[in-house]
């Protein structure tokens, strides 16, 4: 109980690294990237710094175009974050959502998707507790029922999804961003349509709001400010950021859920059962200029 | 999809409020409390204020003594958080988990405990996807295996738990918080001891490290600092605070995770699986004087 470890450190370091650590190998250099197009890029300027969100548009393209609209509109700019519930969502706009309505269009539900062979579904977990299968489709996490044949994306921590109210298709210009453990029984009833890709970190400095009043902020009190939000498409191609993920079609990739499903390393005393949290199961970051 | 929804706003707020919100009527005035004694609290500060954790020396004995130990030496005051992964874990101390080891005892394997009738134990899901069964046990997120009739804590948001080596007894000071989705892979290998029960937003202040460095900081770069770590029975009686979290071992809780499994409101049009993920529970906790 009381031996010095000098013998062990050189070897734990790398160790722990690779294990405890659960960071995978393609964190290194032979990780194969996806470009991210301009088109699907939008920056949110918070207090803390820079949020960088990749929008969706495969699986949300009506709610992709109102946002960006919005975003050209400037509607954002200078919005708060209204209703903060720590673990669970950071919802933000005008606040339209929680009372009067605005004027602007509501949205149509883009919960799910027919399954289509065209999409480039890399398996994760079968059966999950959620869904009967999940898996990535450049590199959002999503779910799939090959009995119904529908694919939806699912609310993993930094995903960003329009609030409605109860209809479906109540949705308009709110937001929330997943900042908690995935709240998956959302799965299916709101309308995914992007993820912070870089800058959760900035994400997690909003503040919170009183647990008592689900998380709501009451006007006057300190909230966190949307700055601004800015679309790399209407920037000079010369300023906007190179943004790469992982390419979860990739072999390499495919190699990576293979090994965190096992578990190999001596690190594991207990072996965990071979199943992954599609939430949990990390895709790199790449941001250049 | 252009109407005004000026009809729908009243009822609407609170519509959103109990079923997008997924806060559980309980946050409300019926729960029923747990007091947490003086002995199993920590003040934790940090540059963006304080986290309060509860300590659980029934699971982790050996571990909560030697950290009570060491927060009375000092050990932590002044030191970093050395290793932090975005979305994974906070990891702070000596960094002697990582290369000189100090000369602080090792700690004994605390990961899981044989099952006994005498542990309050609420049942959240059976089977979850990581265990036979989740539960709660005094408000902490757990698993039970009653063929081999153990029970353990799952690495939920907000743990914290020993770092170590490749050896299971080789924990000794520094330690993790999880500050991501749960990692539950790592259930039943590491020793959790204990958790967050208020403060997590600080927690999620703290800088992260650079994920191709496995989030290891370099010295030089910035870190956060631990600036203090207290206990509450070291405090004046009339310096603590009060701390209750949910008694989920209360039938109003039961109640709670009953209709989450549910999930009746009109909300749902898709109605999601009877399925709970235990780390996606929230339990409440009320500060005081």
């Known amino acids: 109980m009381n031996q010095p470890r000098n013998a062990f450190c050189l070897s734990l370091t790398l160790a722990l690294l690779l294990t405890a650590a659960a960071v995978p190998a393609w964190a290194q250099d032979d990780t194969e990237w996806r470009s991210v197009d301009a088109a699907s890029i939008a920056y949110m300027q918070l207090p803390g710094g820079e949020a960088i969100i990749e929008l969706n548009a495969e699986f949300a393209p009506a709610t992709v175009a109102q946002f960006k609209r919005l975003v050209r509109d400037g509607f954002y700019d200078g919005l708060d974050f209204y209703r903060v519930v720590d673990g669970f969502v950071a919802q933000g706009g005008d606040g339209s959502d929680m009372g009067d309505a605005n004027s602007e269009p509501m949205l149509p539900a883009e919960f799910e998707r027919p399954w289509s062979a065209d999409f ?51 949705g308009s210009t709110d937001f929330y961003i997943v900042i908690g453990q995935a709240p998956r029984y959302l799965d299916r009833n709101l309308t995914i349509f992007g993820r912070v890709v870089s800058g959760m970190d900035v994400v997690h400095r ?25 679309l790399a498409e209407d920037m000079p191609a010369a300023e906007r950021k190179s943004v790469q993920v992982t390419d979860t079609s990739s072999a390499e990739f495919g190699k990576v859920l ?18 992954l949290d599609v939430c949990q199961v990390p895709v790199a970051t790449r941001i250049g200029r």
Chains 1, 2 share one sequence.
């Open 120 to 170: 480039a579904f890399t398996s994760v977990q079968k059966p999950d507790m959620f869904a009967p299968e999940t898996g990535f489709i450049d590199g959002f996490a999503a779910g799939r029922d090959m009995q119904s044949r529908k694919v939806w994306l699912t609310h993993c921590p930094g995903v960003i999804a329009m609030a409605r109210n109860d209809g479906p298709d109540t």
């Open 206 to 230: 909003v503040i919170r709001g009183p647990s008592e009043a689900n998380g709501m902020i009451a006007e006057g009190e300190p909230r966190t400010n949307i700055e601004k939000i800015v």
């Open 258 to 275: 293979q090994s965190r499903k096992k578990r190999g390393p001596p690190f594991f005393h207990h072996k965990p059962p071979e199943v």
